[in-house]
């Protein structure tokens, strides 16, 4: 089943609103969790790595204040997309680390973002 | 750096061997496999520490070349099902963050 639970799935947004993406540890701790981003038939880019009790980490060119990411519980991280434009539309994945498993990092379900 | 994968493409019928291959231009501490189908999040297959390992998981096994920096992920007697995009991910350092490569669509035709 799945380690790693994202929420929502699919999500259909007007321009200028903006977006909130849940990512859910399941049965495990997750202290240390990770932001992709995939545009179409292109790879996974990292955004960001959220840590749970303090500031995410981004990655160079990731506006830090457009994608709000809160690690506020070490079961729950969000990502936010603030005043979203068409071109955030994208497929949103968070990641993390299984403990149990070792060095794996599983994925989310992933979350379908279109703005309109 | 991302790594970069090659072939970009293949296209295999099935029963057909295939091999994809990962080069990084950093040293690395483990390289991640992991498979894609359309409009799907990426699914885990392996992983293989620095120290030049290899796994292997059913008629899917890796390899990893620390001193290369490059990995290769086999794929034997191919199924219809190994149908998708793979991609490599790597470590500079252990827990750290990882970077995906460049990807490789794999098709399996009957």
């Known amino acids: 089943g799945a380690v790693v639970s994202q929420h929502p799935s699919r999500v259909i947004c007007k321009s200028g609103t903006s977006v909130k993406i849940e990512c859910r540890s399941l049965?495990?701790?997750?202290?240390?969790m990770f932001w992709y981003r995939q545009f179409p038939k292109q790879s996974l880019m990292l955004m960001a790595t959220?840590?749970?009790?303090?500031?995410?980490?981004?990655e160079q060119g990731v506006e830090k204040d457009k994608f709000l990411i809160n690690h506020a519980s070490l079961t729950l991280s969000t990502l936010t997309v603030t005043s979203a434009h068409p071109e955030d539309s994208s497929f949103y994945i968070c990641?993390?680390?299984?403990?149990?498993?070792?060095?794996?990092?599983?994925f989310g379900e992933g979350s379908w973002l279109t703005v309109v | 750096q991302q790594p970069v994968q090659s072939p970009q493409a293949v296209i295999l019928r099935e029963g057909e061997d295939a091999v994809i291959n990962c080069s990084s231009s950093?040293?690395?501490?483990?390289v991640h496999w992991y498979r894609q189908k359309h409009g799907e999040a990426p699914v885990f297959l392996m992983i293989?520490?620095?120290?030049?390992e290899q796994k292997g998981h059913e008629k899917i096994s890796a390899s990893f070349n620390e001193k290369k920096q490059q990995s290769s992920l086999y794929l034997t007697a191919s199924q219809l099902s190994y149908s998708g995009t793979y991609f490599c991910?790597?470590?500079?350092?252990?827990?750290?963050?990882?970077?995906f490569g460049t990807g490789t669509k794999l098709q399996v035709i009957p």
């Open positions: 990641s993390a680390r299984v403990p149990v498993s070792g060095n794996t990092i599983y």
């Open positions: 959220s840590n749970e009790g303090s500031k995410a980490t981004y």
């Open positions: 950093k040293a690395l501490y483990s």
């Open positions: 991910g790597t470590e500079i350092e252990g827990y750290q963050k990882v970077t």
């Open positions: 293989l520490l620095k120290g030049g």
């Open positions: 049965d495990f701790q997750a202290t240390t």
